[in-house]
């Protein structure tokens, strides 16, 4: 996919980039933190024919709601390439042995080998957190590793 960055003086930035069915989509960020989403007329591409103003709040919305299943289908596609490489979709159970408490706390990474990569929370997306990030019943935590070290992780987080 090519998306094309333009400068634009004073304001911000804009991103765009043409669908497969030919539709030419844009962002324009402006230095106040405001993005625009751009669609553009299809017989004449330089004209928007619709414009959507989003603030900091819907745009992490936006990217949350676009982003979540991206993640997990390319990580899905890397161990299709990568022989003995899967990853997981572990939910945490509310009464969890780590439900409320920080992740790094069930050493998952030392005690397995796997790697916790994203963990998606009422339809958000947390990549790549943190020790410090608190689990909470009803996470889904994204897992990656082998078959063994992946079973291992959701016995962690089952039962301790």
Do not use: W
Request: net charge negative; charged share 25%; glycine share 10%.
């Amino acid at each position: 996919m090519d998306v094309e960055q333009t400068v634009l003086p004073g304001i911000g930035l804009r991103h765009e980039f043409t669908t497969r069915s030919g539709r030419r989509i844009g962002v324009v960020s402006h230095r106040t933190g405001r993005r625009d989403l751009v669609i553009y007329d299809p017989d004449d591409p330089d004209r928007a024919c619709e414009t959507v103003k989003l603030n900091d709040e819907e745009a992490d919305a936006l990217v949350e709601l676009l982003g979540a299943p991206r993640i997990v289908q390319r990580l899905n596609a890397l161990h299709r390439e990568v022989e003995g490489l899967v990853s997981v979709q572990l939910p945490i159970a509310p009464g969890s042995p780590y439900a409320g408490r920080p992740m790094g706390e069930a050493q998952v990474r030392t005690r397995t080998g796997a790697s916790i990569v994203a963990v998606v929370r009422a339809g958000h997306v947390f990549a790549s957190p943190a020790p410090d990030f608190v689990l909470s019943g009803d996470d889904i935590v994204v897992v990656v590793g082998s078959e063994d070290s992946t079973a291992a992780v959701a016995d962690i987080f089952a039962s301790g």
